[in-house]
């Protein structure tokens, strides 16, 4: 129903004499008795015209509102739609990373290009002890002759030296099958490692403190008068000190024992080459033993052997082996 279109009605009719009797009743004269009722009509219809326009225009306000919400959540469906395809996007880039590489515009370089293996490369990525073997000529040589696979990420089932059962990723029982340790690597190999895990550090964005303090500890190393030393065990000394130190200052991060990786403790370095002298003589020993049995009934009962070690030791290191 519209109320602009209604019609004022008329108060002359005999359906509204009683109203008029009311007003004549209240002592209003009969002149002033239907224009006041036109005007009370007026009144009430134009109330209930501003009563409905105000109702109309808070339906329209809802609906608007309503149409602007439904456009917003559309609006936000399409973003998770596209934010849920680019991040599948992202993880197939991730996991097809050698379809998706970008290639440069660039010749062949004439230089060596080196391509540590995936374990070593996430080792370093994570923060973890990572050995200086895989980047050597020789780790870098076997990990060449396998060409990575999507295989590498699949899980084996290994028994650990306790008994027990873990599942672990098959690039890493690949990594460790011809795995070399740091102390037994040579001079040479060490130099070939160290720059190169630098260089593969800066690559996994360690803090700047960090690497800073591997390259002191190797320039440490590497300009020790040991390192020129004639005495093997001087030199191997050092190699061993620095594949100690370097896999302790790992597990020790965190922890009050965490120390400076870049500071040399002269003492620790002495106990090292003492132990490997010690490790020797005992070998040699042994050996000896094997090759040249002694008798248990020898006649002769101060026969003994006097061997002597070339190193930085005590002068006149002996080792006595006595006849019973």
Request: contains cysteine; proline residues 4%; glycine residues 2%.
């Amino acid at each position: 129903m519209n109320l602009y279109l209604e019609v004022i009605l008329d108060y002359t009719t005999d359906r509204h004499a009683a109203t008029r009797q009311r007003l004549a009743d209240h002592g209003i004269d009969q002149l002033f008795i239907v224009p006041t009722l036109e005007d009370v009509w007026r009144d009430n219809n134009a109330e209930q015209q501003e009563s409905c326009d105000e109702k109309l225009c808070q339906e329209a306000h809802a609906i608007l509102e309503a149409e602007r919400l439904a456009a917003k959540e559309a609006v936000l469906h399409c973003q998770v739609v596209a934010d849920e395809l680019k991040l599948v996007k992202q993880e197939e880039w991730k996991k097809y990373k050698n379809k998706y590489s970008p290639i440069p515009n660039t010749a062949v370089p004439m230089e060596t290009i080196i391509i540590p293996s995936a374990y070593a490369m996430n080792k370093l990525c994570k923060g973890e002890y990572c050995k200086l073997y895989y980047f050597t000529n020789r780790g870098l040589a076997k990990d060449k002759s396998s060409l990575p696979s999507l295989d590498d990420d699949a899980l084996m089932l290994m028994k650990s030296e306790n008994s027990t059962h873990s599942f672990i990723a098959l690039s890493s029982t690949k990594a460790k099958a011809s795995l070399v340790k740091d102390k037994a690597l040579s001079w040479e190999e060490v130099g070939q490692a160290n720059f190169r895990m630098i260089n593969a550090m800066h690559q996994c964005e360690w803090a700047d403190m960090r690497v800073q303090m591997h390259i002191n500890l190797w320039l440490t190393i590497e300009t020790h008068e040991w390192h020129h030393n004639t005495s093997p065990f001087n030199k191997a000394a050092l190699l061993t000190y620095q594949a100690c130190v370097r896999q302790l200052w790992h597990r020790t991060i965190g922890s009050l024992a965490s120390f400076d990786l870049a500071i040399l403790n002269p003492s620790l370095l002495t106990k090292t080459r003492d132990e490997l002298v010690r490790n020797a003589s005992m070998a040699q020993i042994a050996s000896m033993q094997q090759v040249c049995p002694l008798p248990l009934s020898n006649p002769l009962s101060n026969i003994y052997f006097h061997f002597h070690l070339q190193s930085h030791s005590p002068p006149n290191f002996p080792f006595v082996v006595y006849s019973a």
